[in-house]
C-alpha cells in the first residue's frame, strides 16, 4: 500500500492502465474519503478460462432465456451499484476519483 495521493487528485488513465497492468490498483477508505491510495497484492486471483467448463444444468438454464445478458449496459449505474452501502456492507472503497477514473477507461474502451 502506498501514501495517500491529495483530496481533488484525479487518477490518469493512462496510469491506472499501467497500474492495472502491473499487479496494482487504486482504493480508498470510504466513498467519503477524497483520498486516493494503491495497493499492491502479494496474492492474485486468476481464473483459468481455457479450463473453464459450463455445467449442463446451466446450459439449459441459459438456453431457457429466464433472464438477459447483458455487458457494456449502463455502466455508470453498475458501478454506482458496486459503490452502493449495504445493510452487510456499510462503505465502500470506490470513491469520486476512483469513479471517475473507472467511466473514462469505459468510454476510452478499456473498461467492461
Sequence with gaps: ????????????TDLLLKAYASGVFPMAESASDPEVFWVRPETRG??????????????????????????DFDFEATIDGCAERREERRSTWI???????YVELYRLGHCH
Design 1 to 12: 500500500m502506498t501514501r495517500p495521493y491529495a483530496p481533488g487528485y484525479r487518477i490518469p
Design 46 to 71: 486468476i481464473i483459468p478460462l481455457d479450463r473453464f467448463h459450463t455445467p449442463r444444468s446451466l446450459k439449459k438454464t441459459i438456453r431457457r432465456h429466464p433472464f438477459d445478458i447483458r455487458y
Design 95 to 101: 470513491n469520486a476519483p476512483i469513479r471517475e477514473a
